[in-house]
Protein backbone atom coordinates (compact mmCIF):
# COMPACT_ATOMS: atom_id res chain seq x y z
CA UNK A 1 0.00 0.00 0.00
CA UNK A 2 1.30 3.37 -0.58
CA UNK A 3 -0.43 5.27 2.16
CA UNK A 4 -1.66 7.96 -0.95
CA UNK A 5 -5.48 8.93 -0.21
CA UNK A 6 -6.01 8.57 -4.53
CA UNK A 7 -9.55 9.64 -4.17
CA UNK A 8 -9.03 12.87 -2.32
CA UNK A 9 -5.41 13.31 -4.81
CA UNK A 10 -7.30 13.38 -7.65
CA UNK A 11 -11.12 15.06 -6.25
CA UNK A 12 -10.33 18.26 -8.08
CA UNK A 13 -13.77 19.47 -8.13
CA UNK A 14 -13.48 18.91 -3.88
CA UNK A 15 -9.97 20.71 -3.92
CA UNK A 16 -11.43 24.04 -5.59
CA UNK A 17 -14.80 24.56 -4.26
CA UNK A 18 -15.24 27.40 -6.57
CA UNK A 19 -15.27 25.23 -9.82
CA UNK A 20 -18.92 25.98 -10.66
CA UNK A 21 -18.44 29.33 -11.13
CA UNK A 22 -15.21 28.93 -13.14
CA UNK A 23 -16.84 26.31 -15.10
CA UNK A 24 -19.94 29.03 -16.04
CA UNK A 25 -17.09 32.09 -16.51
CA UNK A 26 -15.42 29.27 -18.86
CA UNK A 27 -18.86 29.40 -20.80
CA UNK A 28 -19.49 32.86 -21.05
CA UNK A 29 -16.03 33.80 -21.82
CA UNK A 30 -16.24 31.57 -24.84
CA UNK A 31 -19.87 32.52 -26.06
CA UNK A 32 -18.27 36.18 -25.70
CA UNK A 33 -15.11 35.24 -27.86
CA UNK A 34 -17.20 33.03 -30.65
CA UNK A 35 -19.42 36.46 -30.92
CA UNK A 36 -16.45 39.18 -31.19
CA UNK A 37 -14.21 36.68 -34.01
CA UNK A 38 -15.97 36.83 -37.53
CA UNK A 39 -18.05 34.78 -38.83
CA UNK A 40 -15.52 33.75 -41.84
CA UNK A 41 -12.80 33.23 -38.95
CA UNK A 42 -14.44 30.07 -37.40
CA UNK A 43 -15.35 27.17 -38.59
CA UNK A 44 -16.53 23.43 -37.06
CA UNK A 45 -15.14 20.03 -39.36
CA UNK A 46 -16.08 16.35 -38.55
CA UNK A 47 -13.69 13.91 -38.20
CA UNK A 48 -15.45 10.72 -37.70
CA UNK A 49 -19.13 9.61 -37.79
CA UNK A 50 -20.14 10.37 -34.34
CA UNK A 51 -21.72 13.55 -33.74
CA UNK A 52 -18.76 13.76 -30.69
CA UNK A 53 -16.21 13.67 -33.30
CA UNK A 54 -16.11 17.51 -34.52
CA UNK A 55 -13.32 19.86 -34.58
CA UNK A 56 -13.62 23.73 -33.79
CA UNK A 57 -11.32 26.07 -35.62
CA UNK A 58 -10.49 29.72 -35.08
CA UNK A 59 -8.54 31.53 -37.40
CA UNK A 60 -7.35 28.38 -38.75
CA UNK A 61 -6.36 29.23 -42.15
CA UNK A 62 -4.01 27.58 -44.50
CA UNK A 63 -1.06 30.00 -44.65
CA UNK A 64 -1.03 30.33 -40.67
CA UNK A 65 0.41 28.02 -38.42
CA UNK A 66 -1.89 25.48 -36.25
CA UNK A 67 -1.88 24.57 -32.67
CA UNK A 68 -4.35 22.16 -31.21
CA UNK A 69 -6.19 22.56 -28.18
CA UNK A 70 -7.10 18.77 -26.40
CA UNK A 71 -9.69 19.71 -23.16
CA UNK A 72 -9.90 17.97 -20.03
CA UNK A 73 -12.86 16.55 -18.22
CA UNK A 74 -11.36 13.77 -16.90
CA UNK A 75 -12.19 11.90 -20.43
CA UNK A 76 -16.07 11.83 -19.61
CA UNK A 77 -17.07 15.90 -18.98
CA UNK A 78 -17.40 18.57 -21.24
CA UNK A 79 -16.95 19.31 -24.93
CA UNK A 80 -14.98 22.02 -27.11
CA UNK A 81 -17.35 25.01 -27.24
CA UNK A 82 -17.09 25.18 -23.18
CA UNK A 83 -13.33 26.33 -24.53
CA UNK A 84 -13.07 28.51 -27.47
CA UNK A 85 -12.14 31.68 -25.46
CA UNK A 86 -8.73 29.55 -25.04
CA UNK A 87 -7.67 30.07 -28.60
CA UNK A 88 -7.48 34.14 -28.06
CA UNK A 89 -4.06 34.13 -26.74
CA UNK A 90 -2.26 32.33 -29.83
CA UNK A 91 -5.15 33.62 -32.52
CA UNK A 92 -3.79 37.16 -31.59
CA UNK A 93 -0.03 36.18 -32.96
CA UNK A 94 -2.00 34.75 -36.50
CA UNK A 95 -1.28 31.02 -35.05
CA UNK A 96 -4.77 28.82 -35.82
CA UNK A 97 -6.38 27.10 -33.11
CA UNK A 98 -8.00 23.39 -33.87
CA UNK A 99 -9.83 22.49 -30.38
CA UNK A 100 -11.03 18.95 -31.21
CA UNK A 101 -13.84 17.11 -29.34
CA UNK A 102 -14.35 13.10 -28.79
CA UNK A 103 -16.72 10.62 -27.36
CA UNK A 104 -16.75 10.52 -23.16
CA UNK A 105 -16.06 7.36 -21.09
CA UNK A 106 -18.08 5.17 -20.07
CA UNK A 107 -19.53 5.34 -23.38
CA UNK A 108 -16.02 4.29 -24.83
CA UNK A 109 -12.65 3.30 -22.68
CA UNK A 110 -9.58 5.85 -22.91
CA UNK A 111 -7.24 3.81 -25.06
CA UNK A 112 -10.67 4.66 -28.03
CA UNK A 113 -10.47 8.57 -27.43
CA UNK A 114 -6.97 7.85 -27.77
CA UNK A 115 -7.07 6.68 -31.43
CA UNK A 116 -10.20 9.51 -31.72
CA UNK A 117 -7.74 12.12 -31.18
CA UNK A 118 -5.16 10.49 -33.38
CA UNK A 119 -7.54 10.86 -36.32
CA UNK A 120 -8.17 14.01 -35.60
CA UNK A 121 -4.86 14.86 -36.21
CA UNK A 122 -4.43 12.84 -39.40
CA UNK A 123 -7.60 15.01 -40.41
CA UNK A 124 -5.91 18.15 -39.55
CA UNK A 125 -2.64 16.97 -41.52
CA UNK A 126 -4.79 16.29 -44.61
CA UNK A 127 -6.88 19.56 -44.53
CA UNK A 128 -3.63 21.83 -44.14
CA UNK A 129 -0.86 19.66 -44.56
CA UNK A 130 1.02 21.17 -41.55
CA UNK A 131 3.05 19.88 -38.41
CA UNK A 132 0.90 21.20 -34.97
CA UNK A 133 1.90 21.84 -31.39
CA UNK A 134 -0.21 19.91 -29.56
CA UNK A 135 -1.32 21.25 -25.80
CA UNK A 136 -3.86 20.28 -23.63
CA UNK A 137 -5.24 20.47 -20.20
CA UNK A 138 -5.52 17.53 -17.61
CA UNK A 139 -6.94 14.83 -19.51
CA UNK A 140 -6.22 16.56 -22.13
CA UNK A 141 -2.35 16.82 -20.99
CA UNK A 142 -2.46 12.80 -20.99
CA UNK A 143 -3.91 12.76 -24.63
CA UNK A 144 -1.03 15.49 -25.37
CA UNK A 145 1.51 13.00 -24.22
CA UNK A 146 -0.26 10.23 -26.25
CA UNK A 147 -0.08 12.29 -29.54
CA UNK A 148 3.65 13.58 -29.00
CA UNK A 149 4.58 10.12 -28.80
CA UNK A 150 2.64 8.36 -31.44
CA UNK A 151 4.07 6.54 -34.76
CA UNK A 152 2.28 8.92 -37.46
CA UNK A 153 3.63 7.44 -40.37
CA UNK A 154 2.38 4.21 -39.15
CA UNK A 155 -0.92 5.13 -38.97
CA UNK A 156 -0.55 6.65 -42.02
CA UNK A 157 2.42 7.04 -44.90
CA UNK A 158 1.96 10.69 -45.60
CA UNK A 159 1.83 11.69 -42.58
CA UNK A 160 5.39 12.89 -40.79
CA UNK A 161 7.22 11.25 -37.92
CA UNK A 162 6.75 14.81 -36.07
CA UNK A 163 3.28 15.94 -37.34
CA UNK A 164 3.30 16.85 -33.81
CA UNK A 165 6.62 18.56 -33.24
CA UNK A 166 6.19 19.37 -29.75
CA UNK A 167 3.57 19.00 -26.72
CA UNK A 168 2.34 21.17 -23.82
CA UNK A 169 0.64 19.40 -21.00
CA UNK A 170 -1.12 21.62 -18.89
CA UNK A 171 -1.89 19.69 -15.10
CA UNK A 172 -2.01 16.21 -16.99
CA UNK A 173 -1.64 12.64 -15.75
CA UNK A 174 0.55 10.39 -17.29
CA UNK A 175 0.99 7.41 -14.70
CA UNK A 176 -2.72 6.03 -15.03
CA UNK A 177 -2.13 3.23 -12.44
CA UNK A 178 -3.38 5.40 -9.42
CA UNK A 179 -6.81 5.66 -11.53
CA UNK A 180 -7.37 2.19 -10.74
CA UNK A 181 -8.41 3.06 -7.53
CA UNK A 182 -10.52 5.91 -7.10
CA UNK A 183 -14.23 5.94 -7.48
CA UNK A 184 -14.57 7.59 -11.48
CA UNK A 185 -12.71 3.87 -12.70
CA UNK A 186 -16.38 3.31 -12.74
CA UNK A 187 -16.35 4.96 -15.72
CA UNK A 188 -12.87 4.43 -16.90
CA UNK A 189 -13.12 0.73 -16.32
CA UNK A 190 -9.58 0.48 -16.15
CA UNK A 191 -7.62 -2.50 -14.01
CA UNK A 192 -3.63 -2.67 -13.54
CA UNK A 193 -2.51 -3.87 -16.94
CA UNK A 194 -5.29 -1.76 -19.20
CA UNK A 195 -3.89 1.15 -16.88
CA UNK A 196 -0.16 0.68 -17.76
CA UNK A 197 -1.01 0.27 -21.37
CA UNK A 198 -2.19 4.09 -21.82
CA UNK A 199 0.16 5.12 -19.57
CA UNK A 200 2.45 7.35 -21.60
CA UNK A 201 5.24 7.67 -18.83
CA UNK A 202 5.51 4.29 -20.01
CA UNK A 203 6.14 4.29 -23.51
CA UNK A 204 9.15 5.04 -25.47
CA UNK A 205 10.27 8.57 -24.66
CA UNK A 206 9.68 10.58 -28.22
CA UNK A 207 13.47 11.63 -29.06
CA UNK A 208 14.54 14.65 -29.81
CA UNK A 209 11.09 16.30 -29.76
CA UNK A 210 9.85 18.60 -26.66
CA UNK A 211 7.23 17.94 -24.07
CA UNK A 212 6.66 20.51 -21.61
CA UNK A 213 4.87 19.12 -18.29
CA UNK A 214 3.27 22.22 -16.29
CA UNK A 215 1.01 22.29 -13.52
CA UNK A 216 -0.38 24.72 -10.86
CA UNK A 217 1.54 25.53 -7.44
CA UNK A 218 -1.94 25.01 -5.39
CA UNK A 219 -2.46 21.50 -7.30
CA UNK A 220 -2.46 18.13 -5.27
CA UNK A 221 0.98 16.47 -4.93
CA UNK A 222 -0.23 13.68 -7.35
CA UNK A 223 -0.56 16.40 -9.88
CA UNK A 224 2.70 17.64 -9.21
CA UNK A 225 4.25 13.97 -9.25
CA UNK A 226 2.61 13.25 -12.20
CA UNK A 227 4.59 16.16 -14.17
CA UNK A 228 7.48 15.68 -12.86
CA UNK A 229 7.84 11.69 -13.63
CA UNK A 230 7.04 12.24 -17.20
CA UNK A 231 9.67 14.61 -17.15
CA UNK A 232 12.10 12.70 -15.72
CA UNK A 233 11.43 9.82 -17.76
CA UNK A 234 11.19 11.15 -20.90
CA UNK A 235 13.70 13.29 -19.94
CA UNK A 236 16.11 10.28 -19.39
CA UNK A 237 14.74 8.79 -22.78
CA UNK A 238 15.83 11.65 -25.58
CA UNK A 239 13.38 14.11 -25.35
CA UNK A 240 13.68 17.68 -24.61
CA UNK A 241 11.35 18.26 -21.48
CA UNK A 242 10.61 20.77 -19.22
CA UNK A 243 8.62 21.09 -15.78
CA UNK A 244 7.08 24.48 -14.56
CA UNK A 245 4.89 25.11 -11.45
CA UNK A 246 2.83 28.04 -12.45
CA UNK A 247 2.30 30.11 -9.00
CA UNK A 248 -1.00 31.07 -7.64
CA UNK A 249 -2.92 28.51 -9.98
CA UNK A 250 -5.08 25.83 -9.15
CA UNK A 251 -6.11 23.09 -11.37
CA UNK A 252 -8.54 25.08 -13.20
CA UNK A 253 -7.62 28.83 -13.09
CA UNK A 254 -3.84 27.44 -14.42
CA UNK A 255 -5.87 27.71 -17.93
CA UNK A 256 -6.23 31.77 -17.42
CA UNK A 257 -2.79 32.87 -19.06
CA UNK A 258 -3.74 30.84 -22.46
CA UNK A 259 -6.54 34.30 -23.06
CA UNK A 260 -3.75 36.67 -22.32
CA UNK A 261 -1.72 37.16 -25.49
CA UNK A 262 1.41 38.72 -23.73
CA UNK A 263 1.35 35.83 -20.98
CA UNK A 264 4.18 34.02 -20.19
CA UNK A 265 2.58 30.62 -20.92
CA UNK A 266 1.42 32.05 -24.81
CA UNK A 267 4.99 33.23 -25.31
CA UNK A 268 6.09 29.70 -24.35
CA UNK A 269 3.69 28.09 -26.65
CA UNK A 270 4.41 30.13 -29.71
CA UNK A 271 8.63 29.73 -28.91
CA UNK A 272 7.14 25.34 -29.36
CA UNK A 273 5.88 26.17 -32.53
CA UNK A 274 7.05 23.96 -35.40
CA UNK A 275 9.20 26.62 -37.80
CA UNK A 276 7.66 25.58 -40.83
Request: proline letters at 6%.
Amino acid sequence: MTGVDYEREYDNRARVPEHPQIFARWATDSESYRARLRAQRQARISYGPTPREIIDLFDARADAPLAVFIHGGWWRNFEPSLFSHLAAGLNAHGIGVALPGYNLCPQVRIADIIKEMRRALLSLWHRYGRRVLVFGHSAGGHLTAAMLATNWPALDATAPADLVSAGYAISGVFDLAPLVHVSMNQDFRLDADGARKISPVLWPAPRGRVLDAVVGTYESNEFLRQSRIIVDAWGNGGAITRYEKIVGANHFTVLDALTDPNSAMVTRLLALMPKS
